[in-house]
């Protein structure tokens, strides 16, 4: 500090900068550059230009990832914050209050934790688990089940109109302990003493929960919106394992993820496939600022 406060700043913002030029900001324009060839991963690369770009419009495959990807944008956020926001509400102002504060349904500590158990599984083995769950014969969970009572085994993931809502189910299966903990952790910030202003005016649960909770709990929501939303971006562990050869069945699964992959490591068309990159990665960042931008409000104080 004897120097200055800048040199003192800048000294240790240095090595983390130049750490996050290195790794992240190079290999985004490498991805760039690259999108801009047609390389084969052996050859020299020759430049083509925006013609990459150009045959994404008229790529089948793209189109019906990007499509798929619309579903999964609706479909994931709102069904796991439902879920999440349902289930915070009950562990943590469901029951009823006791010395002036809030409790939730009787054992919600317990229930906190089984929440959250997906969480600490790797996506991959939840998807294997889930291959177990979904098999078409007496052997898978939901089958086994329906096959006892005499009725026919249900195809999820061979059925093309049911395969992606399986990996949904899937995703948000995976997804909904996380954000019960951060909704709960938001609920939890809320004084007391606005419940119980809103109960002695005759408020109940469900009044409480769209006229106290939802707007306190705004900010909250719309970072969980936005991660869902990268979450709907990616899914590609859980594609690649769970759905039928990698994306079908006929496509019926496919993310752009999962045709990046293929186009490099199945196909070498590292420059087909670093242009798919960079489509992907002007997507995620549009709906992110879009997301953040339409759902902007002032902040409810309390």
């Known amino acids: ?3 200055g406060k800048y040199p003192f700043v800048i000294g ?9 030029v290195v790794f992240v900001i190079a290999p985004y324009a490498q991805a760039f550059q690259i999108s801009m060839t047609n390389w084969r991963g052996l050859s020299a690369p020759q430049w083509v230009g925006f013609d990459n770009y150009r045959r994404l419009l008229d790529d089948g495959s793209f189109l019906k990832a990007v499509q798929h990807h ?10 796991t914050i439902a879920i999440a926001l349902f289930f915070s509400f009950l562990l943590n102002v469901g029951g009823r209050s006791s010395g002036g504060q809030r409790q939730g349904v009787w054992g919600s500590k317990f229930y906190r934790v089984v929440f959250f158990f997906p969480q600490v599984l790797a996506v991959a083995i939840i998807a294997v688990l889930f291959q177990m769950v979904y098999r078409p014969n007496e052997s898978g969970l939901i089958n086994g089940v329906l096959m006892k009572f005499g009725m026919e085994p249900i195809l999820f993931l061979v059925q093309p109109n049911l395969a992606l809502w399986s990996i949904i189910a899937v995703l948000v299966w995976q ?14 910030s809320i004084p007391g003493e606005i ?4 109960e002695m005016d005759g408020a109940t649960k469900v009044t409480l929960f769209f006229r106290v909770t939802l707007p306190l709990l705004w900010d909250t929501l719309q970072v969980a919106w936005v991660y869902l939303g990268i979450a709907a971006f990616d899914a590609f562990a859980i594609v690649a394992v769970l759905s039928v050869d990698s994306g079908g069945p006929d496509g019926a699964t496919t993310v752009l993820a999962m045709e990046i992959y293929r186009n490099a490591f199945v196909y070498s068309k590292y420059g087909y496939a670093s242009a798919m990159g960079v489509a992907l990665f002007f997507l995620t960042i549009t709906f992110a ?14």
């Open 175 to 188: 997804a909904v302990g996380f954000y019960v903990v951060l909704f709960s952790a938001g609920m939890a």
């Open 289 to 302: 600022a879009l997301t953040l931008r339409l759902t902007k409000r002032e902040s409810v104080e309390y």
């Open 195 to 198: 419940y119980e202003a809103a």
């Open 1 to 3: 500090m004897r120097h």
């Open 70 to 79: 619309g579903v999964l944008l609706l479909a994931l956020p709102l069904i």
């Open 12 to 20: 240790f913002l240095f090595a983390p900068v130049t750490l996050y």
